[in-house]
């Protein structure tokens, strides 16, 4: 089955930038949508954007301007670049895939935004 892991989370300031990575261990990505959630404490997990196979892009309200999701077939690799970060923005980030009618979930990584 495939799996993704994220990486690149961290502590970061308010304003400050953070690039995520999603790693895959199948060249899925030149054939499947993938995209980026986010999951706040006591709140529901919220889609962020996705990138299609053809590398068209769509984003959530709340991030539009500020985060870019990108990919890189040849390394397995999608990304999350977040801009201008803001508190409110701190959460638990996921990558995702639909894969053959399945959607697969990366493990997620932490992002704190905070002074």
């Known amino acids: 089955q495939v799996q993704l892991v994220e990486s690149g989370g961290g502590l970061v300031q308010p304003g400050g930038s953070l690039r995520l990575s999603c790693a895959a261990s199948?060249?899925?990505?030149?054939?499947?949508?993938m995209g980026w959630f986010r999951q706040a404490p006591g709140k529901q997990r919220e889609l962020l954007g996705t990138i299609s196979a053809g590398g068209s892009t769509n984003y959530a309200d709340s991030v539009k301007g500020r985060f870019t999701i990108s990919k890189n077939n040849a390394k397995n690799t999608g990304y999350l670049q977040m801009n201008s970060l803001k508190p409110n923005d701190t959460a638990v980030y996921y990558c995702?895939?639909?894969?053959?009618?399945?959607?697969?979930w990366g493990q997620g990584t932490q992002v704190t935004v905070s002074s």
């Open positions: 199948e060249s899925i990505f030149n054939r499947n949508t």
């Open positions: 995702w895939a639909y894969v053959t009618g399945k959607n697969i």
